[in-house]
C-alpha cells in the first residue's frame, strides 16, 4: 500500500516559516491535500490540491509537490497556528485514502 | 454550508457492535457530489479511513477493517450510519463522519474530506 512519511514534530519562532514535507514515492504525480487539526477540534482542510486554499484560509498557508515530496509552508507563523498536520492523497492502486501520519507544529 | 454531527453510545463493550450516525445538515445526502465517510482517529495518534458510501448505497471500506464494518444511508432521514462488530479496545477512538469529494484534476482522480463532523469519542471496555 502506498505510504505517507512526515516528520513527528516541527517547532518554529513566531514570525518565521514552517515546513512541514510529506515523503511519498512519486508523491509529485498524485494531488496533496493538507489538514489542520487543533486540540479537541476536527480537521480542517487549509490546501488541497497541492497548493490551493479553500475560502477562508489565510495566504501565508502554501503548498507544493513535486519529485517525492510535497510541502506545506506557513508564512509568517502565528502562536495560533500550533496544531497537528495531516497530508493525504488518493492512490486508487491501493487502499484509496492515505493519510499522512500527521506533525504536531509547535510554535516557540 | 454542508455540517456533519456524530451521534451514539460513547461507551460499548468488547465483542459487541459499535453503532454510529451522522446527521447530515444544510443539503441533502441524495444530491450527489459527495460520499459519505467515517473516519478514526486513535488517542494521540493519526487519521484512519474506515470507509464511505454514496446516497445509493455504493460502499467502500478499509481492507483492514472490511470483514467488520457496514455503513448504510437513510436518505428518508439524511442520515448514514457506521456499524463496526466485535469491538476490542483497540477501537476505542474518536470517529468522525465526513464528506468525501471525488473529483478528477491535472494529476488525474483525486479525493478530498471536505466537510467533518465535531467527532465522537466511543470507549470499549466492560
Known amino acids: 500500500s502506498y505510504v505517507l512519511t512526515q516528520p513527528p514534530s516541527v517547532s518554529v519562532a513566531p514570525g518565521q516559516t514552517a515546513r512541514i514535507t510529506c515523503g511519498g514515492n512519486?508523491?509529485?504525480?498524485?494531488?496533496v491535500h493538507w489538514y489542520q487539526q487543533k486540540p479537541g477540534q476536527a480537521p480542517v482542510l487549509v490546501v488541497y490540491d497541492d497548493s490551493d486554499r479553500p475560502s477562508g484560509i489565510p495566504e501565508r498557508f502554501s503548498g507544493s509537490n513535486s519529485g517525492n515530496t510535497a510541502t506545506l509552508t506557513i508564512s509568517r507563523v502565528e502562536a495560533g497556528d500550533e496544531a497537528d498536520y495531516y497530508c493525504q492523497v488518493w492512490d486508487s492502486s491501493s487502499d484509496p485514502v492515505v493519510f499522512g501520519g500527521g506533525t504536531k507544529l509547535t510554535v516557540l | 454550508q454542508v455540517q456533519l454531527q456524530e451521534s451514539g453510545p460513547g461507551l460499548v463493550k468488547p465483542s459487541q457492535t459499535l453503532s454510529l450516525t451522522c446527521t447530515v445538515s444544510g443539503g441533502s445526502i441524495s444530491s450527489g457530489g459527495y460520499y459519505w465517510s467515517w473516519i478514526r482517529q486513535h488517542p494521540g495518534k493519526g487519521l484512519e479511513w474506515i470507509g464511505y458510501?454514496?446516497?445509493?448505497?455504493?460502499?467502500y471500506y478499509n481492507p483492514s477493517l472490511k470483514s467488520r464494518v457496514t455503513i448504510s444511508v437513510d436518505t428518508s432521514k439524511n442520515q448514514f450510519s457506521l456499524k463496526l462488530s466485535s469491538v476490542t479496545a483497540a477501537d476505542t477512538a474518536v470517529y468522525y463522519c465526513?464528506?468525501?469529494?471525488?473529483?478528477?484534476?491535472?494529476?488525474?482522480?483525486?479525493?478530498?474530506?471536505?466537510?467533518w463532523g465535531q467527532g465522537t469519542l466511543v470507549t470499549v471496555s466492560s
Open positions: 512519486n508523491i509529485g504525480s498524485k494531488s
Open positions: 465526513a464528506s468525501k469529494t471525488y473529483y478528477y484534476d491535472s494529476s488525474g482522480p483525486t479525493a478530498l474530506f471536505q466537510h
Open positions: 458510501i454514496y446516497y445509493s448505497g455504493s460502499t
